[in-house]
């Protein structure tokens, strides 16, 4: 049996006798951006024996979060992020940090990590010399097959990854707008239709909100999780999908 939780935003934790948590994030502020649904996750979901980093973003690798997790867990994360590391004085992240690229598949806490293509931008801010290809990741644990896909927009070869039990797919953002590089609910049931998971869970929206913008086209924070069941039961019918509250679990 795998048991998946979703803390919120890209955070989740995929345990099957192990626990893997992609991008933890467990902050109320992140820069002008504030916690609007759920608690901040608590001790449990810094319990994990491997992290998976999809991109250098901040919301996605939060260094005070990062350093939260269990204090041996091995980070896999993209080419670019220990120079990173190291320049944020984190030497004992850095030593235990993986770097990847598209294609790369790696072994942490006995699980089999594959790194697959995201698009995204990979710099971690515009005015940042620190970069690195933004990534998914399938990650082959004892009973399942997971696809985190990362931060991403539809890209060549969504529809070649293998077999997927279950697929963390980005519907959302964090803000009135939502750029280049990423999924939207109607994309994001096209891409499920692509991959063609058994059970997709909605991830990446309706967590965090820029500070004074909440009546600012408030359907985006909202409701983007309903707008792509609806649109995967017609576009992806085979495919299960199972919308999460925040620090809710779903088991497989």
Known sequence: ???VTWWGHSTVTIDDDVRIITDPLFAYR???LR???????????????????SHLHVDHLHLPSLRQVSATAPVVAPRGTRALLASAG???????CTEVVAGDEVEVAGTSVRAVPAKHSGRRHPWSRHRG???GYIL????HITWFAGDTDLFDGMGRLGRIDLALVPVGGWGPTLGPGHLDPERAAEAVRRAAPGIAVPIHYGTYWPTGLDPVRPYLFLGPEREFATRAKTTAPDTDVRVLEVGASTTL
């Open 90 to 96: 984190e030497r004992d992240l850095a030593d235990r």
């Open 140 to 143: 082959t644990t004892r009973h």
């Open 1 to 3: 049996m795998t048991e």
């Open 133 to 135: 290809p933004a990534l």
């Open 35 to 53: 916690r609007r649904r759920g608690q901040v996750p608590g001790p449990a979901a810094r319990e994990a024996d491997a992290v998976l980093i």
């Open 30 to 32: 992140v820069g002008h």
